[in-house]
């Protein structure tokens, strides 16, 4: 799981530069939106930055000084909307909670007098990400930015996905053919096959006792198709003696 809201730094260029994107991972830069204030926490909004949307993370980075930059990873993101509400945020902005190690406890994150330096990031579960420029003040305007910036979210979540979680106990009954292959050479200890190769039941996670009981199964299933194929040649043989003249019945 990810870490949640953190600092970030790795700039490239002049001036304000662009943040360093983790390319050979397959990293792309999908939105740059100038002219956006970051919320974080109940804080007051840092002075405009540029916003930075790529494919794996969120990343605004302040303009007039190098040194100040957030990210979040689309994985530490547990919801995103669009606020209109001005009793909720006087701007129309990108709402986004983020997950932390600290869920479940009491999270302090901080009053608007309280330096940034001394804001716990790994603790924020709440930031808004506020369009804003000084040449353009028409709130419809930055509406539709926003609508256009909840797409990119939305699009970008969906790259993201949740991780499964396996099961610890589950057991996995299906085989491909490189597990019985590997089987045959040693290479695959996690699995253990019978000796029978027509009946190739496995067990996973050290339970014998369940496999045996289903080769068990299998075996009285043979025995008793075996006893009714018998049964059957008896009765054959029986009407064939009985038969008048040789004859079959």
């Not at 039941?201 to 198709?225: K, P, W």
Request: hydrophobic share 30%.
């Amino acid at each position: 799981m990810a870490v949640g809201l953190r600092q970030f730094t790795q700039r490239t260029g002049d001036g304000a530069g662009e943040p360093i994107l983790d390319t050979e991972n397959g990293e792309e830069l999908i939105r740059v939106q100038p002219s956006v204030s970051i919320v974080v926490g109940t804080r007051a909004p840092e002075s405009p930055g540029t916003l930075y949307i790529t494919s794996k993370q969120v990343v605004w980075l302040s303009d007039v000084d190098r040194a100040k930059g957030y990210a979040v990873d689309f994985l530490s993101l547990s919801l995103h909307a669009v606020s209109r509400d001005p009793e909720a945020y006087p701007s129309p902005c990108i709402y986004t909670q983020i997950e932390t190690e600290d869920d479940d406890e009491d999270v302090d994150e901080g009053s608007d007098n309280e330096s940034v330096e001394a804001l716990d990031l790994s603790k924020v579960t709440e930031m808004r990400l506020v369009p804003s420029d000084a040449s353009q003040y028409h709130r419809l305007h930055w509406c539709v930015v926003v609508d256009n910036l909840f797409e990119i979210f939305c699009e970008c979540a969906e790259l993201n996905p949740e991780p499964i979680e396996e099961e610890e106990e589950g057991h996995n009954w299906v085989f491909s053919a490189d597990q019985l292959e590997n089987e045959g050479t040693g290479e695959d200890p996690g699995w253990h096959f019978f000796q029978d190769p027509t009946n190739p039941i496995g067990h996973s996670n050290g339970d014998n006792d369940l496999a045996n009981n289903v080769l068990r199964l299998q075996i009285n299933d043979q025995r008793f198709e075996d006893a009714e194929e018998m049964e059957q040649e008896n009765e054959s043989d029986h009407h064939f003696k009985n038969a008048p003249n040789g004859e079959v019945a």
